[in-house]
């Protein structure tokens, strides 16, 4: 077909186009005007022989009502009987006839009102009539002329309807005649005003085969101009141009709707990738704040233990809480940091710590849990491993936390060992662990899916065992920053053993106060507030207006709660108050409008601008900037320790308060 159109093109038949379109259109035209012209005539044709036929009944009509008329008195005067038959004939006659004329005279006219007068009329007087030779048939004479006369009036004024129906017909006849001459006259000017109008078709579609090359041309010139603005999304409309310029269109739009496929399938991968961004910051700032909230209380009553076990000589238990609770809030922030773990933006502390005891500690946080399973705990320490190690401790406990936790998990009956040894591999050595257990296994097809985000071997995994499936993955990203490497090896059904290798330098003297029992928070000193002051605490949760009110229990303070932002706004406006908690997240109002509105009412009303300290479980420093912008003084982390607070309120209250209005600037 392609090369019969080029054919035809180099041939020049596209020349013809205009006079067979301009033969087309006249023939068209005045093929269109030859039919209006016969049904009109034809119309009016009708019309006039319809009105004729109607003009010829009516005198039919005239006639025999006079007939009718002459019997009916013949028969009043003589009393003959046999123009009792002759009017019952002449009746049937006439009604016949009339019956004729009513459907001529609608159907040139339906809404003719002398029509109905007249068959009106006319009914009327067949009733007259007829009660006339009743009275004559009963010798009431003077009835029967009474009645005549009757008849006699109603018979002169349907005369005159009559006379009104032959005006109208003649009238519509005359019309249909004045109709036609008209037609016949203006039939000159109809067909010059036809051959104007093909003429000017002619000059449109000559100029439209004139730019048959050009406008094409055109075309295709404006779309290279969108396509280098990159507007690819508007193809160039294929006219009806010549054979090899329309088919530089077709290829012209082929490339730009190729380029604008290839455009929009990177835009959106780019949306995808911009998505999967917001939805990991999304999950992590979530994860964050579910589990700071119960952490906070957590971490907090660990520390008001350590105060009141201290001098019991309670230690060892309470320790271990606060070690855990110190762990869980690491495990915590280093979620919300695995953007930068992945990145390589993270680095390693550089620190000796005790290996033995690290690994010893971290399989104990986790011995109660095995315990409930009846499993058992085994850990084996070759003696190759050094006591100390120059490394980030908490890093290597933040692996081995993940493994054993994914052990225990995973095991429902049996026991998990953790295996550590080491090899000799110049100035450094190769420290290997292997955490193995007897559990559920992973199939051989997804042991590559493990070590990916938010991944689990099975999605009937996740729903038995739960968890977020970003633990491995960050075992995998911090293995990587140590330089080592983890494999694993599993067989469905009889268990799974990881195993982490990577280089390590023994240290050369132990860290300090390693033989020290650790750190319990509180146990040191126990920080008061320096002067007497009234708090405004706000938080939806009474567990946290707990945590508060005991860690400030002994400090010269006054606190008065609200359990959302709108209680905390109207208690604010009714006493002035030396500082603000303010929980973020809080039903009714959260803690931005109730922020916002403080402030705007300490500056309508020239107060002074108390500190507003903001309690979030939100870390991320989009959070943190947006309760900067709200207004407050402070942002405190969730969880929230005893010294951390009262330091915070310290710094405020040590500081000038008459000079501070609601005008100067607040610190963050």
Known sequence: MTQWRKIFSKLGFQSIVP??????????????????????????????????????????????????????LLYEATGRSELLSQIKMLESERAGESAHLKNLITSIEPDVLHLEAFFAGTRESLGLRQKALAALANGQRNRARELIESFLILYRINSARMEDLHGFLKSQLTASEAEMSQLLDSLPYFIISLLLIEALGAYFIITRHRRRVL???????????????????????????????????????????????????????????????????????????????????????????????????????????????????????????????????????????????????????????????????????????????????????????????????????????IHAKCEKRGALSLLTIKVSDTGIGISPENVSRIFSRFEQ??????????????????????????????????????????SVSMPVQAADAAPVSTDAAPEIPGTLQSPQLNAPARILLADDSSDNRFLIRAYLKNSPVEIIEAQNGQQALDHYKTAPFDAVLMDIQMPVKDGYDATREIRAWESEHGRNVTPIIALTAFSLPEEIERCREAGCTSTMIKPIRKQDLIMTLNRFFSRAKPGLTAESPTEV
């Open 19 to 72: 006079p067979l379109a301009l033969l087309l259109v006249a023939t068209l035209a005045f093929g269109w005007l030859a039919i209006r012209l016969t049904t009109h005539f034809s119309n009016l044709q009708t019309h006039i022989s319809r009105t004729t036929e109607a003009n010829e009944s009516l005198i039919r009509v005239t006639l025999l009502r006079s007939q009718v008329k002459e019997a009916l």
């Open 215 to 417: 406008q094409p041309l055109n075309l295709i010139h404006n779309g290279l101009g969108k396509v280098a603005r990159g507007n690819l999304g508007e193809p160039v409309p294929v006219t009806d141009a010549p054979t090899e310029i329309r088919e530089m269109m077709e290829d012209f739009n082929a490339m730009t709707m190729a380029l604008e496929r290839t455009t929009r399938e990177l835009d959106l991968a780019r949306s995808r990738a911009e998505r999967a961004a917001r939805v990991k910051s999304e999950f992590l700032s979530n994860m964050s704040h579910e589990i700071r909230t119960p952490l906070n209380v957590i971490v907090g009553i660990a520390d008001i233990l350590g105060e009141k076990m201290a001098s019991l000589g309670v230690t060892k238990e309470v320790n271990v809480l606060a070690k855990s609770s110190r762990m869980l809030v690491n495990i915590v922030n280093d979620i919300l940091d695995y953007s930068r773990l992945e990145s390589g933006r993270t680095s390693l502390a550089k620190a000796p710590f005790d290996l033995r005891s690290a690994i010893k500690e971290v399989a104990s946080v986790l011995e109660s849990l095995a315990r409930e399973k009846g499993l058992n705990v085994k850990i084996d320490i070759d003696p190759s491993v050094p006591r100390f190690i120059v490394g980030d401790e908490f890093r290597l406990e933040q692996v081995l936390l993940n493994l054993i936790n994914n052990a225990v998990k995973f095991t429902d009956k049996g026991e998990v060992v």
């Open 457 to 498: 071997a099975e999605a009937s995994t996740i729903r038995r065992f739960g968890g977020t499936g970003l633990g491995l993955a960050i075992v995998k990203q911090i293995v990587n920053l140590f330089g080592g490497e983890i494999t694993v090896d599993s067989k469905l059904g009889h268990g799974t053993t990881f």
